[in-house]
């Protein structure tokens, strides 16, 4: 059986899978200062066939000649690869990839709806594929840590704030009132942009998944299955897909 490695190189961090066909393997955070070393010793123990790298940041371009040197069949995902899926979204060139693997594995785990896939990671975005699987796009706001930043960094005499402290619905004092700014207006946003969705499109499903999704899962009240690993089972099935028709 062959055996895939995948990769979403984040803004904050380096998640990899091993897969064998469906089945995960084991799934790690690649530590940033020895990305290099980490990545063979990933590819000594397992000898993956495929490999498929998904990076939103500038990544390490050796990475790319290990993949390709050490793996029978290496993709760098972007906007033109094949998919699974029918891709509707007008600019590939900057569409980000992590999108296009987290609505392949959003309609082929749930191809009877219509899927709003939710990523909670340095932005948010709004993931929308049909139920006749075709990604249409959806929408980018500011992640959680990103609101706070701006806060400080856009005006003069707005705090650092960091977003793991009190959070008050009614803050206190300057600290809390951004945090709770910050947060309680990031869910009131999810929760909103899911039931405009739902009211516009029958069948529907929302799906909650990156680095921040735990923070936020309690927070919300809209009905939303959550996922952390979604960008990965996307890539596996991404990698399956252009192997087949390698062949």
Known sequence: MPVNLCIDWGNTNIKVAIYDQDRLVTRQIIDSDKVKENFSALLEKYSPSNSILCSVTDHNNEIESLLAERTKFFILLDGYTKLPIHNAYYSNDTIGPDR????????????????????????????????????????????????????????????????????????????????????????????????????????????????????FANKLKCKIFADPDLILKGLNLIVNHNVQFSR
Do not use: W
Request: contains cysteine; aromatic residues 8%.
């Open 100 to 215: 296009l693997a987290l609505v392949t594995a959003g309609h082929l785990l749930n191809p009877d709806k219509n899927n709003l896939i939710v990523c909670l990671g340095t932005c948010v975005t709004y993931n929308f594929i049909t139920k006749n699987k075709t990604f249409r796009g959806g929408a980018i706001s500011p992640g959680m840590r990103m609101r706070l930043k701006a806060m400080h960094q856009l005006t003069d005499r707005l705090p650092d704030v960091d977003a793991d402290g009190e959070l008050l619905l009614l803050g206190y004092d300057t600290a809390t009132c951004m945090r709770s700014g910050a947060i309680f207006g990031m869910a009131a946003e999810i929760d909103g942009m899911v039931a405009e969705y739902q009211r516009t499109y029958p069948d529907f499903n929302a799906i909650l998944t990156g680095g921040d999704a735990p923070f």
